[in-house]
Nanobody
Framework: QVKLVESGGGLVQAGGSLRLSCAAS????????MAWHRQAPGKQRELVAT???????NYTDSVKGRFTISRDNAKNMVYLEMNSLKPEDTAVYYC?????????????WGQGTQVTVSS
């Protein structure tokens, strides 16, 4: 069984920083794209940032220049460094990984971690 577990969420004042971590565990052959998504109350889940196995990254416009996604392939981990946080960044943040367990490619999600930014 594959599990993705996020950590690092919390309450921070506007302008502050947080670092989210996500650990993938289980019988994993290869992890391809990893990503962070978020869902604010009453809103649809949105893609925040992605990173390929080779390290190529993409960000949604609202976080460019403030957030940085990175990964450690040896540890099956992905991170999201969030700086200059704004109240509108408040959401549950979810880790997502496209990976192979040896018989195809599947999409896995973590349970989410709450990020609250106070004004």
């Amino acid at each position: 069984q594959v599990k993705l577990v996020e950590s690092g969420g919390g309450l921070v004042q506007a302008g502050g920083s947080l670092r989210l971590s996500c650990a993938a565990s289980g019988r994993i052959i290869s992890i391809y794209t990893m990503a962070w998504h978020r869902q604010a109350p009453g809103k649809q889940r949105e893609l925040v940032a992605t990173i390929t196995s080779g390290g190529s990254t993409n960000y949604t416009d609202s976080v460019k220049g403030r957030f940085t996604i990175s990964r450690d392939n040896a540890k099956n981990m992905v991170y999201l460094e969030m700086n200059s946080l704004k109240p509108e960044d408040t959401a549950v943040y979810y880790c997502n990984a496209l990976l192979s367990r040896g018989w195809g490619v599947s999409d896995y999600w973590g349970q989410g971690t709450q990020v609250t930014v106070s004004s």
